[in-house]
């Protein structure tokens, strides 16, 4: 994937600059530096120590019946 700012590397991990700087300062992220002399750091390294974010959102039941609903599937409405 190759190697990520500062800025680009927490949007990876979701979380604030202050935490990589936190990481690349206590070990658990090696320090790379780019031609401007800025640090860098490895984006396989983030996804290999899953600091990476993993995003899912929760959908909801009335979401759910309500596809289902329009694709004709489930149970038929009880009729009297």
Known sequence: ??????????DL??????????FLQFGSLE????????T???ADEILLKRFAATRH?????AHVRSMLKKLGVGHPEASD
């Open 31 to 38: 320090r790379y530096e780019g031609p401007n002399g800025e």
């Open 13 to 22: 991990m979701d979380v604030p600059v202050s935490w990589v700087d936190a």
């Open 40 to 42: 860098l750091v490895d």
């Open 57 to 61: 959102e929760e959908v909801s039941l």
């Open 1 to 10: 994937m190759g190697l990520l700012t500062r800025q680009q590397a927490a």
